[in-house]
Each structure stands twice: as C-alpha cells, then as structure tokens.
C-alpha cells in the first residue's frame, strides 16, 4: 500500500516569497491533516480536513497561510507571503477516520526562508 | 489549549540500560498514542492506549495510560541502538472530529 506523497522534499525561499507544498494521503483516507515542526519540537496542528471540509483550521496563521482539499483526495498548503520564522518541517498525514485512529504521516518538506 | 509536556527533553544512554520517558498534561484525553520519528522522516505510530490504567507491551517496549487519562509512559527494557530516536506523545481530544495534539517530544540517543 502506498504510504503518504509529499513533494517538494526540500524548500528554499527568500522572506516575502510564496510557496505551496502538495499532499496525496493513502487512497481512502477521510481525513488528513497538515503539521509543521520547527526544529527541536513537536508537530503543530495546522489544519484538519474531514474529506472536503475544514474540521480545526485554529492555528493555521490565515493572514499568510491557506489550505485546501479539492474533492476531498489531494491537499495543497500555501503561504503567501513567508516569513523567516516559517523555516520548519511541514508534514501531512491522513488516517482512515478521525483522530482516533492511526495517523500516517508523509516525509514532509523541509522549508527555508532566507 | 490543551498542552502535553515531555519529559526528559534529551536523553542519552548506553546500550543495555533501561529508562522511561513521561507524558504529561492537565487536559482528559479520549486516547493516547505514541509516535517514534527518525531524522528526515514522518513520526510512526508505536501504541495507541484508550482505557484508564491501561498497559500495553511491545517487545522491549511498555506503555502505561494513567488512571486520569492525562498522563502516560513509555519503559524501554534493554535499550538498543536502534532505539535512537524522537519519541512524541500524542493526545486525541474528544469528540467526533478529535484532534491529535503532540508533545515536544523526547529525544533519546542509546550509544553502544
């Protein structure tokens, strides 16, 4: 079974550019998630979508940041425009239905802002 | 917010030694999980513990939930090299549409 695709792998921007990062969790997967991870810590919950729809969009920066899940399969995340301390790793993962329920997580890309 | 601190934050021991990392948090959780992450790769789910008091075994691995469902432990018997990693707590959070919260992690290195 294929696991969770993320491309780019690797990242590197100038502050003020834009970037998007794309996301294809495992076939059948209703939920899916993305995280970012600065160095030394744990995943943060940016945004949560069950298929199609937003469940917890709380602590995704709306101001610069954007996300979407187009017929409830891909996902893309944007940030427009990024700032220095964006520099992190950002990881998708998808489970079959909910928190609950195993988290599988992409390789995620690694993001610099210079 | 709901927050889960780990404990320690680093950890580097020799091989053969045994040791326990902590999870802990204010907030009642539906279930716990425990991830392992290596360098340059996504975190992997190691256990899931969802009742109470709870005592689940991997191998060389034992994972406790407390009674209170807020905080939880990891016991690593004979550690191995191969052990070397970024262990992450994760609360599910009530509800439906429950979020996954992660700890900051515990970052173990086991040197032969």
């Known amino acids: 079974e294929a696991g969770v695709a993320q491309s780019p792998r690797y990242k590197i921007i100038e502050k003020r550019q834009s970037v998007a990062f794309w996301c294809n969790p495992i076939s059948g997967h209703a939920t899916l998630y993305w995280y970012q991870q600065i160095l030394g810590q744990g995943p943060k919950l940016l945004i949560q979508?069950?298929?199609?729809?937003?469940?917890?969009d709380s602590q995704l920066p709306k101001d610069r940041f954007s996300a979407e899940r187009l017929k409830g399969v891909d996902s893309t995340l944007k940030i427009q425009p990024a700032k220095l301390e964006d520099s992190a790793v950002y990881l998708c993962?998808?489970?079959?239905?909910?928190?609950?329920?195993?988290?599988?997580f992409g390789q995620g890309t690694r993001l610099t802002v210079v | 917010t709901q927050l889960l601190e780990q404990s320690p934050q680093f950890l580097s021991i020799q091989e053969g030694e045994n040791l326990t990392v902590y999870c802990n948090s204010s907030s009642v959780f539906s279930s716990l999980q425990w991830y392992r992450q290596e360098p340059g790769e996504g975190p992997v789910l190691l256990v899931t513990?969802?009742?109470?008091?709870e005592v689940k075994k991997l191998k060389r691995l034992t994972f406790q939930f407390g009674d209170a469902r807020k905080d939880s432990s990891l016991h690593i018997t004979a550690a191995q090299t191969g052990d070397t990693g970024l262990y992450l707590c994760a609360g599910v959070t009530w509800g439906s549409q429950g979020n996954l919260i992660f700890g900051k992690g515990t970052k173990l290195s086991v040197k032969p």
């Open positions: 993962a998808s489970s079959l239905a909910g928190s609950g329920t195993e988290a599988f």
């Open positions: 979508f069950q298929n199609n729809g937003v469940v917890d």
């Open positions: 513990v969802v009742t109470g008091g």
